[in-house]
């Protein structure tokens, strides 16, 4: 396989900073909508998909110290989006659980995501579509 040139790696930087505004302009638009930041929409991401996780589990996925992940807990609490419980096998523990008005907010802000994603393959063709999911789920499974 031959390296990249400076030039495909440049037109790749540019093609990724276009595709990364159109998707924070969704989050954007997803976080306003709910009055959430974007910590707290991806860890409504992360609980929806592993329900009674943990808050050390959140914090690990998303890189950030326990004290952020905690506050971030405390204010999808407070407006209602998860709920701490105490498991039986652990009440030492406490598992973080979506609630339907959390789940509400994952399904907009999903719906915000796939909408940006239609944007850009609305801009190719049937046979450039393939290719593209088809490259793009390549590079997503690539491990260096």
Excluded: W
Excluded at 2 to 30: D, G, M, S, W, Y
């Amino acid at each position: 396989m031959t390296e990249p040139t400076p030039e495909q790696t440049e037109r790749l930087a540019i093609a990724f900073e276009r595709f990364t505004r159109r998707f924070k302009v969704a989050e954007a638009a997803a976080a306003l909508q709910n009055a959430l930041n974007a910590l707290d929409i991806q860890a409504l991401l992360f609980i929806n998909e592993r329900p009674e996780c943990s808050l050390g589990d959140v914090a690990r996925h998303l890189q950030v110290a326990m004290t952020t992940m905690s506050s971030s807990a405390d204010r999808l609490v407070r407006r209602g989006m998860i709920e701490r419980q105490r498991p039986e096998a652990n009440r030492r523990s406490v598992a973080l659980t979506i609630t339907p008005n959390g789940q509400e907010a994952v399904a907009g802000y999903m719906d915000g995501y796939r909408a940006s994603c239609r944007a850009m393959l609305d801009a190719l063709d049937s046979d450039d579509r393939a290719t593209f999911l088809r490259l793009t789920e390549l590079i997503a499974k690539y491990e260096d």
